[in-house]
């Protein structure tokens, strides 16, 4: 079993900026990838930024340029950046690790408000 913990959320004026943090339990030699997921109110969870375990980076389209997904090896973390925040990003966001095998494992998610 694999546990995940967000942090960094929060309320933030439209074209603000928060950084996303995640610490992992285990370190990354099992994942086949990690990154983050969100789901707003209503809507489906959806991908919104994956690194793969050879650093190769993946965007939803709605993000690209705004967002910025990383990790620390070393200290099992996973972050994400988010720049130029609108209202349409509020959301909870899911730290998310697939391993190897194929199994997803996501945290409790952590609240992102973006007012207008």
Not at 36 to 42: H, I, T
Not at 66 to 85: C, E, G, H, I, P
Request: positive net charge; aromatic residues 8%.
């Amino acid at each position: 079993q694999v546990q995940l913990v967000e942090s960094g959320g929060g309320l933030v004026q439209d074209g603000g900026s928060l950084r996303l943090s995640c610490v992992v339990s285990k370190n990354f030699i099992g994942f086949a990838a990690m990154g983050w997921d969100r789901q707003a109110p209503g809507k489906q969870r959806e991908l919104v930024a994956e690194i793969t375990r050879s650093g190769v980076t993946s965007y939803a389209d709605s993000v690209k340029g705004r967002f910025t997904v990383s990790r620390d090896n070393a200290k099992n973390m996973v972050y994400l950046q988010t720049n130029t925040l609108k209202p349409e990003d509020t959301a909870v966001y899911y730290c998310k690790v697939r391993t190897i095998s194929g199994t997803n494992y996501w945290g409790q998610g952590t609240q992102v408000t973006v007012s207008s």
